[in-house]
């Protein structure tokens, strides 16, 4: 019901944005999170945006450089990532919380894209 898309391979520095289409019309009921999960890491979790764009939070690691947004229009989310570090690089993976739950919690998503691989070189 989630599909990412967007990620790729660039160098430090860089931008990329990916995308979370949702193919439920209840999909602007939904708060969007987004999580990651690098080799051998836990997935940490990264941002989330409230269900009518006006609440968002961002783990401190990436604060003050991604912004999430949304488009109800278009059932899509976006997570736009500017000057990339390599340790940023991980799976980045969006999930839908029906409940609106708005947090950090992974148990508090219940739909989950298939994740999208972001490599960012040095």
């Known amino acids: 019901q989630l599909e990412d898309s967007g990620g790729g391979l660039v160098q430090a520095g860089a931008s990329l944005r990916l995308s979370c289409a949702a193919s439920e019309r209840t999909f602007s009921s939904y708060s969007i999170g987004w999580f990651r999960q690098a080799p051998g890491k836990e997935r940490e979790f990264v941002g989330f945006i409230g269900w009518r764009a006006i609440n968002t939070n961002f783990a401190d690691s990436v604060k003050d450089r991604f912004t999430i947004s949304r488009d109800n229009d278009k059932n899509t989310a976006y997570l736009q990532m500017n000057r990339l570090k390599p340790e940023d690089t991980a799976v980045y993976y969006c999930?839908?919380?029906?409940?609106?739950?708005?947090?950090?919690?992974?148990?508090?998503?219940?739909?989950w894209g298939q994740g999208t691989q972001v490599t960012v070189s040095s």
């Open positions: 999930a839908a919380a029906t409940t609106g739950y708005r947090g950090s919690y992974s148990n508090g998503y219940d739909y």
